[in-house]
């Protein structure tokens, strides 16, 4: 449930090719040739998992800017269930 998908670590893979400091929402929708709402999500969902850093929110016409923390989607911990004995003592 908390992992990143696909989707968003390839978006993130691409973006990391290019975004090297400051970038806006513009800038990334004009490499993608994915959907605006898709790239939007992917950003969202990058800035959940601690990856991109929101700069300047969006405002009117102009567009929100955006940072790489340096963090990457492998550097996220994999969650796993707790051992049996932790959820049933006995």
Request: no cysteine; hydrophobic share 35%; aromatic share 8%.
């Amino acid at each position: 449930g908390d992992r990143l998908s696909d989707p968003a670590r390839r978006f993130y893979g691409r973006l990391a090719t290019w975004a090297i400091d400051n970038f806006t929402t513009s800038e990334a929708k004009k490499h993608e040739s994915s959907s605006k709402s898709s790239v939007n999500g992917w950003l969202h969902d990058l800035q959940e998992a601690g990856i991109l850093e929101l700069r300047l929110e969006g405002r009117g016409r102009a567009p929100a800017t955006w940072r790489l923390t340096g963090k990457a989607p492998d550097d996220m911990a994999i969650a796993s269930l707790p051992e049996l004995e932790a959820v049933f003592p006995e």
